[in-house]
């Protein structure tokens, strides 16, 4: 059905725009109190409401490097390292303040001085030669795996490489692939059937056994850490309602590792396959997002990435029009799942 899957490009590129705009003002607080959780509820309810003034709500790094992605495959029709370097240097130079990670900074300052003459030793030299971890490759990975997702091996390999211009440690690496993989799986499931959720973190379980593989060959006994992470969340749906937020937080973490940030977004969709207390709504959109800032931390970035997935399991029309016109940038962003979505068909 193109006509579905059009729109589930669209609602997934939307997903992390309005994850990462509403989100971004939370950014950093603790789990939020039960008061602070009723002011959200009031903020929500207000932007679908009756339509009022206020200035747009900016996004931040999450939506810049998402649509430099989407903008490069778009024009260039497969991946191009050196284009998409090009764009998020750019784009860091016009707006520096969008919200950066302290560290990723330096590889786009390397990349400029180095004149784009060698694209990965920047990433590679962060911290010391560990390179980073942080849940900046998989926050922008929407647009890789919504145009690869024909072809996993494709997608994996996209993947890898393009998260490999800014994050090389394995961790950050795995990180967007699992985000990768889920958007994937989100986006080839009907949502006019419910979801067997249980079902969709066993195939992920399943690719990131053969994804966190002893590298070296040394036939050691790895710890698999997102295998860890996943079989915590498939712990905490099974527990329903009885996993309250504190839990949630102390099992699968809120912060900008990748490994306690990619999890929980992946949490925070299947959990909004029913009703959450406290949050009051009917769409399940919209819950996956509230509930994922109610998590406190890095709510920008989990929200954007629980909103990618959401958005490309139901499409944009799950999405009340209400919010997005109080978003920088919605337009933009649907215009580009759009054309992503012609350019990925007509390959
Ligand atoms: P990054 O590569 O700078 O990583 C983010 C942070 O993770 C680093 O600044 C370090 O503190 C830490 N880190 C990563 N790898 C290592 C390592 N090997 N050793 C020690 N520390 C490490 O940037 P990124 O693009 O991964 O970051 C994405 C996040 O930054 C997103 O949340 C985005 O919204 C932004 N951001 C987050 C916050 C926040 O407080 N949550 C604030 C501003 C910006
Ligand atoms: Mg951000
Ligand atoms: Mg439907
Ligand atoms: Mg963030």
């Known amino acids: 059905d193109l006509t579905l899957l059009k729109s589930k490009f669209r609602g997934s590129m939307l997903g992390v725009l309005t994850g990462d705009c509403l989100g971004h003002p939370y950014e950093g607080d603790e789990l939020l109190t039960s008061g602070m959780k009723i002011i959200l509820q009031k903020y929500f309810d207000k932007l679908e409401g009756p339509p009022y003034k206020a200035p747009a709500m900016q996004f931040t790094d999450d939506s810049v490097m998402t649509r430099s992605i989407a903008q490069s495959l778009i024009e260039k029709r497969q991946l191009d390292l050196l284009d998409i370097a090009k764009r998020f240097v750019k784009s860091y130079y016009e707006e520096p303040n969008r919200g950066y990670g302290p560290a990723v900074m330096t590889v786009f300052e390397k990349l400029r001085a180095n004149r784009f003459s060698d694209l990965f030793t920047p990433a590679k030299e962060q911290f010391n030669g560990q390179g980073s971890w942080g849940n900046g490759g998989a926050m922008r990975i929407t647009p890789i795996a919504l ?50 959720v249980k079902q969709f973190i066993d195939d992920l379980i399943s690719q990131m056994d053969t994804i966190e593989f002893d590298e070296e060959g040394l036939g050691l006994v790895e710890p698999k850490p997102y295998k860890i992470q996943l079989s915590l969340v498939k ?78 399991f139901y499409g944009d029309k799950i999405i009340n029009p209400a919010i997005l016109k109080h978003l920088e940038a919605s337009e933009e962003f649907q215009l580009l799942g759009e054309k992503l979505s012609d350019v990925t068909l007509s390959q």
């Open 235 to 312: 712990t905490l749906i099974s527990e329903g309602e009885a996993a309250n937020a504190e839990k949630v937080v102390q099992k699968l973490g809120t912060s900008v590792a990748a490994l306690y940030s990619v999890p929980t977004a992946i949490y925070c969709f299947l959990r909004a396959q029913n009703q959450i207390e406290g949050i009051i709504t009917d769409n399940p959109f919209r819950r996956t997002i509230q509930y994922a800032i109610s998590l406190g931390g890095d709510t920008d970035t989990i929200g954007g990435m629980a909103g990618a997935l959401a958005g490309a």
């Open 147 to 196: 145009f690869s997702h024909q072809n996993i091996d494709l997608l994996l390999e996209m993947t890898r490489k393009e998260t490999q211009l800014t994050h090389t440690n394995k961790i950050g690496v795995d990180g967007a692939i699992l985000q990768a993989i889920a958007i994937r799986q989100s986006l080839l499931l009907n949502p006019d059937n419910e979801l067997d």
